[in-house]
């Protein structure tokens, strides 16, 4: 069972916004702003597209944002495009020192 | 351009030792970042098994802390993993990555699919 709760699976149209939700506890997203997000796609290693929150490294698109509030982090993809469907996967800093992941989100692009 | 590279046996019998190596190139493994060890069952989501530092030190996830070892060869840009007493449920893609921040890695190997079975 993982750490972090996500929701299976999201669907929007292209060009729509969605936003995925990562809830933890006070153990981890509740306590750090250590939180990151990856993107998947099928055999593909993951791809890191926000970290430390809200932080895009270099070369992900603008289109991707993150936010937390209490024990709750978000990920939001604006102007959703095909090459958009993947699995998202949350992270966080825990108390004991691990990193603990979220059971991962697979979103669709109808 | 920054590579990673898992290397070591695919297929590993019940209660035996996994190895595997991280070969790095375009990065020095003796750089201010960390190097990390992950691993994501078929069909499944990612666990992180734990870090190793330019100074040798490592910190292991809780879960797996007495059956792991990781080490660091700066002489030939390669990081290691051995994981002891495996079972089958540990079938899976095992992954090795630079972390910049914790819980945040950049750069990943292509995942190298560790099967345990007799």
């Known amino acids: 069972q993982s750490a972090l709760t996500q929701p299976a699976s999201i669907s929007g149209s292209p060009g729509q916004s969605i936003t995925i939700s990562c809830t933890g506890s006070?153990?981890?997203?509740?306590?750090?702003?250590?939180v990151s997000w990856y993107q998947q796609h099928p055999d593909k290693a993951p791809k890191l597209i926000i970290c430390?929150?809200?932080t895009r490294p270099s070369g992900i698109s603008n289109r991707f944002s993150g936010s937390k509030s209490g024990n709750t982090a978000s990920l939001t993809i604006s102007g959703l495009q095909p090459e958009d469907e993947a699995d998202y996967y949350c992270?966080?800093?825990?108390?004991?020192?691990?990193?603990?992941f979220g059971s991962g989100t697979a979103v669709a692009v109808l | 351009q920054v590579q990673l590279q898992e290397s070591g046996p695919g297929l590993v019998k019940p209660s035996e030792t996994l190895s595997l190596t991280c070969s790095v190139s375009?990065?020095?493994?003796?750089?201010?970042?960390?190097w990390g060890w992950l691993r994501q069952p078929p069909g499944r989501g990612l666990e992180w098994l734990g870090n190793?530092?330019?100074?040798?030190?490592?910190a292991y996830n809780p879960s797996l802390k007495s059956r792991v070892t990781f080490s660091l060869d700066t002489s030939k840009n390669q990081f290691s993993l051995k994981l002891t007493s495996v079972s089958a449920a540990e079938t899976a893609f095992y992954y090795c990555a630079r972390g910049v921040s914790a819980a945040a890695f950049d750069y990943w190997g292509q995942g190298m699919l560790v099967t345990v079975s007799s």
């Open positions: 375009g990065l020095s493994v003796s750089e201010v970042y960390f």
């Open positions: 430390d929150v809200a």
């Open positions: 190793i530092y330019p100074s040798g030190r490592s």
């Open positions: 006070n153990s981890d997203l509740g306590s750090y702003n250590f």
């Open positions: 992270s966080s800093y825990s108390t004991d020192g691990s990193y603990v």
